[in-house]
Each structure stands twice: as C-alpha cells, then as structure tokens.
C-alpha cells in the first residue's frame, strides 16, 4: 500500500548532487543541460514541501497536460512573511503570471521569480478547494472505507504539509495555480481555461531568499470533473544564477527592480531579530 501524504515526511532539498540522482534539466535561458541536484514526481492527490534556497531553482513539470499544482511560499527565516497575490498583481498589472513575473512576499520582497515558462500563464486567483467543495462534488471520502484512494482538498492537503514544519492554518495564505487558467466574462463570471497546459509543459521558479514551498497536485477548485482522478507533477531543483542587470524579472517593470533589490538586501543583512 503506498504511503498517504500524513506518513510522507518533507524532503530536504540537497546542497549538492547526488552521485545516485543522474535526472538533468535544461537551465532557464535554454542553455547545456545541467545535473539536477534533486528530482522526484508528486502523485496526484499528494502535496511536498522543501525549503528551496537562494541560487536554486524549482522547475515543475505537468507530465500529462492535464495537472494544476497550487503553490504557496513562505520566507524560510520569517515563516510570517508570505506570499501575497494582491501585492503580487498590483506590483505588476497583471492578471495571471508567467515568464518575467514574481511572486511578492506581503513585505514587498520578492519569493520567487519566473524565469521560464512554457505554459503560457498561471492562475493566481482561483485558490483552493475545500472538503465542503468536494464532498458536494464527490461525496463523502471517508479513509477507513477508501483509504488512499480517498480525496482530500486543496487547503486540507496544504495545512497538513505545513504542518510537518511547525505552521497551522493561519499560515496558508494566497496560492498559485500553475499549468491553469482563470478566464473572467464581461459579466464576472469565471471558468477554467479548457486544454490550456499541454504533456511536458514546465515553468521554472529561481528563489530570491529561502523560501520554504509547500504545493499541491490536485484539480483546480473550477475542474468540476465527476470522478476523482488527480494528476502528478514532476519537480526538480536545479542551481541557477541570480538575477543579473539584464534579467527578465528585473526588466519587465521598475517595481521587480525594487522588490529584487530589497530581497538582495535581505539576504545580506538577515531577518531581523524578535
């Protein structure tokens, strides 16, 4: 019987390759592929969380063109600042997120940056599912008749992940749904991009701090599908360079300019004491 997300302990994120780890991934400019220092697949349903450190990067990959991971970041020496898609959205006037964009701490200190991105945008508005969502949707799920077939939601799952590292509820703050869509009528409503990922879409996230990543792969909160049937995602870490003068994040607008300045500031200086 394989392992259920409570009894998977969160992975560390190695400093250096594993001579047994001979997965590579191609770097964010295109370039000679590189040995990836740590790679593994989530399986549909289940979550990971690693603290991903500056001059790594996180590239995910959607296997079979039909995944969402919902993503959430924290700042690994100040779990209480986060990720926080309004100032994400407005820092930037953008509605969904792709190559060039960032994701903002509630600090106005950048996480994550997107360096690559083959997908072609990323839903930042959708957020999670709930158990409420999905027993309407699917029924009850109980683990003593289901077991590891059973559902379990977005902010479920999530909480739980955060958990192995000290955090509750609170915690869970704003995600990213990458490999979805988000599309918004004249009239407000909104509906899930059919089709919009495709088999081996990636996007790759650098690290601007130490960021602690807790992500989910499982349907996005919009996927009203009748059976539960989850689908897993690839994730690497790969080193990677910081953002140079030239950089795509930095160049895509002056605040990405300031939010990278200031988590380079950070870095150098610390978290300050409490």
């Known amino acids: ?30 370039g000679a592929r590189t040995p990836a220092l740590h790679s593994t697949e989530v399986p549909g349903g289940w979550t990971w969380s690693g603290v991903v450190r500056r001059g790594l990067a996180l590239r995910l990959t959607d296997p079979t063109g039909s995944g ?4 959430t970041a924290l700042r690994a020496a100040d779990t209480s600042e986060r990720y926080c898609m309004g100032d994400t959205l407005k820092q930037q006037f953008t509605s969904r997120l792709s190559t060039g964009h960032a994701l903002y701490s509630d600090m106005g200190r950048i996480l994550l940056s997107i360096v690559a991105d083959d997908v072609g945008g990323h839903d930042p508005f959708g957020g999670l599912g709930d158990d409420r969502l999905l027993t309407a949707r699917h029924g009850a799920a109980p683990y003593q008749d289901l077991r590891n077939a059973r559902w379990r939601s977005g902010r479920e799952a999530l909480e739980t992940e955060l958990a192995k590292h000290g955090l509750g509820r609170r915690d869970l703050g704003d995600v990213v749904n990458l490999f979805s869509v988000v599309d918004v009528a004249e009239d407000g409503t909104t509906a899930l991009r059919a089709g919009h990922s495709h088999p081996g879409a990636s996007v790759v996230l650098r690290a601007e701090l130490d960021v602690l990543v807790a992500l989910y792969a499982g349907p996005h909160p919009h996927e009203d599908v009748a059976a539960w049937a989850p689908h897993p995602v690839g994730l690497a870490i790969e080193p990677i360079a910081p953002a140079g003068p030239d950089d795509v994040v930095r160049l895509l607008r002056p605040e990405n300019a300031r939010g990278l300045a200031a988590s380079e500031l950070a870095t150098l200086l610390g978290p300050v004491a409490a």
């Open 68 to 71: 969402t991971v919902a993503l």
């Open 1 to 30: 019987m394989p392992e259920t997300s409570e009894d998977h302990e969160p992975e560390r994120v190695p400093r250096a390759p594993s001579q047994s780890d001979a997965a590579s991934i191609r770097d964010a400019r295109g």
